[in-house]
């Protein structure tokens, strides 16, 4: 069973994102004449991944890469259901890309883990700089998004700013405070929070735990392209 969060229905159009449950016994199969790419995160069980010969066990924080056109099949371990943060995006036909087929299934997995955190040098946050772990990133192949995993001390967070892409944040620990354009409000964990293309945001742990949090791009901007613009408010016109 897949409960999408994210999608056309909302209004998105860069990429799909989706709980996928499946039962003890239950597969998930993707054949060659798949188009788009794939983020697979292990939120609670197990799963087995497999593609042609080759096979992954992959467990709560693990995560796994799927390119474009890759058959591959996910499968419950024996004894019990997964929970899966399943992330889908399109490649356009016109893509320049090649998709990594021939990469190992191996090494398009991989662990969350704090010992692979840190120090974020993308921007400069407020308050102690949080520390990040890539998942996924144009250097490991995707031809459309950009992941990583956010550790957001208390105190923390980003300013008022905007993005040329959509951005999500899927929460895994703790909590934090968000603006959205207008809306002020807050993401826990297990919810999921859309800031689409050139919407104003900012976000911030009031809270005294870290908060965890996976952050997905979409579609990821071009190298050397501006990817964050600091925003600045004026005093209303009367």
């Given at each position: 069973?897949?409960h999408?969060?994210?999608?056309a229905a909302?209004?998105?159009e ?8 499946l039962?003890?016994g239950?597969?998930d199969?993707a ?12 939120l609670a ?13 992959l ?18 371990v ?6 899966l ?10 893509s320049?890309e090649?998709?990594?087929l021939?990469?190992?299934?191996a ?9 692979a ?48 892409f959509?951005?999500?944040?899927f929460?895994?620990e703790?909590?934090l ?7 002020g409000g807050?993401?826990?964990?297990g919810?999921?929070a859309?800031?689409?293309?050139g919407m ?8 005294a735990?870290p ?20 925003v ?7």
């Amino acid at each position: 069973m897949r409960h999408v969060l994210a999608g056309a229905a909302q209004g998105i159009e860069s990429c799909e994102i989706g709980l996928l449950t499946l039962g003890e016994g239950c597969s998930d199969d993707a054949g060659p004449t798949s188009s788009e790419e794939r983020l697979i995160y292990v939120l609670a069980g197990a799963v087995e991944a497999t593609s042609g010969e080759e096979r992954v066990t992959l467990e709560k924080g693990h995560f796994l890469f799927l390119p474009r056109s890759r058959v591959h099949a996910l499968r419950t371990v024996a004894g019990g259901e997964a929970v899966l943060l399943d992330i889908r995006s399109a490649v356009p036909t016109t893509s320049k890309e090649a998709p990594a087929l021939g990469t190992p299934l191996a090494e398009l997995a991989g662990r969350v883990s704090s010992d692979a955190l840190s120090s974020h040098q993308g921007h400069a946050a407020e308050g102690r700089a949080f520390e990040t772990q890539p998942l996924l990133d144009r250097k490991r192949g995707s031809e459309r998004l950009r992941a990583f995993v956010a550790a957001v001390q208390p105190g923390s967070g980003m300013g008022l700013h905007v993005h040329p892409f959509d951005q999500f944040y899927f929460m895994l620990e703790g909590e934090l405070d968000l603006q959205i354009g207008l809306e002020g409000g807050s993401a826990a964990a297990g919810q999921l929070a859309i800031f689409p293309a050139g919407m104003v945001h900012r976000n911030r742990n009031a809270s005294a735990t870290p908060a965890l949090q996976i952050t997905i791009n979409a579609p990821e901007a071009s190298a050397g392209t501006p990817s964050v613009f600091d925003v600045t408010l004026s005093e209303p016109l009367r």
